[in-house]
């Protein structure tokens, strides 16, 4: 973990979010989708309190309603399965728009989209305002298996790594004037993710290898020991106890 590692979610400022240390926003937005997860459906009326929430979030971060919304896009297979759940669930049928539609499949579509869209937004939040190398050493701090944190960290790194060797292979390709346009070329293709798997070993192997002779022995060395203060954990709270009490508020009027 020593380097600094940015991705594509994360969008660089100075906002009092992105100054928030990791582990602290972690903690609120896992509470915070708890909290979601919670709440009974029936009460609509919560979760746009909840949207509201993160839209003052994303205001105080400064994180564009453009960029949000384009990430959200990630969680389009899940709106498609929950806008099937109307014509296909059991029970009492209601028409809508010349439409019958199963009433407790409406509410489990709308328990779906309301819950996860807000879930996708909140950790889209957190990725947007929180570099890669501080979210493991957030969740380093919070006391996460360490080996989780080391596969975690791997993981990521690699990931660019075989990404930009594809990218290679892929340019190598066209050079020569090979273009997939078809089942005859699947063998070439084939052929291409062989080696980059042989490729992609024989580089993990050398960079252990790189990794026992600098003396590792199966754990990272912390170079940033990340902190809070007591101010920066209340901040950080303010979105969950609100959403608390949110919460609490649709379980007595439901």
Known sequence: MGAGHAHQL???????????????????VFCFVVVVVS???????????????????????????????RRLLIEIPFVAFALLMPFVAEGERVQVLGLSLSQSGLWSAWNILAKGTLGV??????ASTTELRSLLLGLQRLRMPPLMVQIASFMIRYGDVITDEM???????RSRGFEARGVQHWGVLAKSAG????????????????MVSRGYTGTMPVIDDVTASRTQ???????????????????MLT
């Open 39 to 69: 709440t009974p459906r029936e009460a609509v009326w919560a979760f746009g309190a909840y949207a509201l929430l993160l839209a003052g979030v994303a205001a105080v971060a400064r994180i564009p309603a453009g960029f949000l919304l």
């Open 233 to 251: 954990w209340t901040y950080a709270a303010a979105l969950p106890l609100t959403a608390l009490a949110v919460c609490l508020t649709g379980w």
């Open 195 to 210: 080696a980059l798997f042989i490729r992609s070993y024989e580089r993990g192997e050398r960079v252990h290898l790189a």
């Open 10 to 28: 994360y969008r660089e400022g100075r906002s009092p979010v992105h100054t928030l240390p990791p582990h602290c926003k972690i903690a609120a």
């Open 167 to 173: 990218r290679r292979m892929r340019i190598a390709r």
């Open 121 to 126: 937004a909140a950790s889209v939040l957190l």
